[in-house]
């Protein structure tokens, strides 16, 4: 904020031009004296001038120190039911003996007799707020040259970067004065925008699709602004889930060249960038991951894989392996993506290997859990697109005997089920099986173990190549489970065959 408070800047008869520059020679801060003047002399005339600018405009948006005090003295005695103008507003300066600061009586006798049209009230104030915006990007501008020639060791350029993009988004969104209330009707035509378009599309969905039938019925497809939650525990096949999903959204979208599925940003925290798109293409190639790794593959399998290779690269993903993210380093990078490419989807694996702000971080992890899913969940409003974002579980899940998941069982589970519109587990039953093999006790007989191991065999054909994802919470929706079918040689989950044996 400009303080130069001297009687020639208020004098009404001063050289400045509308931008209060008085010399070619000299570059003032931008800043526009004669609307400050209006829109203050506006209210004084009719307080309820104040109404049209009251929500944007703040003191410290004004140019002069003393236009700043005025201002905010006369939002005070609105804000309590009093009148505003310069008889009540006079002992209120001289109160505190600041009625000279502010330029005396007369002053503010001056500014009253100024006042333009009420109904121009609001387009002054955004004068005023162009011109303080300007003046901030200014100092924003010099405070990035300075941290750039500051050759701090612990401060990486690209965190500069970062924290730059963060400071211009901040700007630009801190005082957006086109939000506030709106009619009802303009909240239903847009439901029935989503209506009409899930109607129109074949699978009848109101989201990005996941081509998991049943799971699309059960959640109506992911919604824009929703907070996804994916948990479960390690092995059950978070990632591959995730990755199938993201894929498939994906391809959905090259080939309907955008009338369904979403651009994807995946933000891989824990694998690489390569390692992710191994499992793809494992998935698209039956070709089994281990074998790629190993270099086992036969001619055929890597013709196969090329094929594969060459049809992903339409296929729009962008995968962020940078690994312990800051939520605010993720949600600049998300924007970005947004400016550039359309995103239409978030993945984050995992949650709790995003890092938050370093006062969060020292106020204790489950703060610092509430902030990140806080974060991510205005993430997904801001960028209007969904979050799915996995999550490990408490190892409490292991000593119960029916180890299928609940949302007590999330780590740190109050935030992420607060903020959460959807949380689901992912849970296989072959995996616990298969570790319960039975053993022959020392004082059993052959044949009761040969009851229990065909009993076992039983169990374990029936899980075979089986997953459950548990709906444990749906803000808009009904709760439940959906079974899918799993290929751990592939990484890949898909539809369960209809005729296959149910659990």
Known sequence: MVTNTAIDDLDFNSDEDAYGEVSPTFRQLPRN???????LGAIFVDNRALENVAEFLFAEHFALTAHARIYEAMMKLIDRGQIADPTTLRPYFEADNSLEDIGGAQYLAQLAASAINVINAREYG?????????RELITLGEQVVNDAYDNDIDLEATSQIEGAEQALYDLATNGDFEGGFQPFKTSVMEA??????????????????TDMTELDKLLGGLHRSDLLILAGRPAMGKTALATNIAYNAAKNFADTKGNEGAVVGFFSLEMSAEQLASRILSEQSNVPSDRMRKGELSNEEFSRLAQASNALHEVPIFIDDTPALTVSALRTRARRLKRQSNLGMIVVDYLQLISGSAKSRSDGRVQEVSEITRGLKTLAKELEVPVLALSQLSRQVENREDKRPQLADLRESGSIEQDADVVMFIYRDEYYLEKAEPMQRPDESPDKFALRQSGWEERIEYARGKAEVIVAKQRHGPVGSVKLAFVGQFTRFGNLDPHHDEY
């Open 33 to 39: 004296i004669e609307a400050e003047r209006g829109l």
């Open 126 to 134: 955004r004068i005023i707020y162009d011109m303080h915006l300007r």
């Open 192 to 209: 029935i925008k989503v209506a009409d378009a899930a109607h129109a599309r074949q699978g009848g969905l109101s989201g990005v699709g």
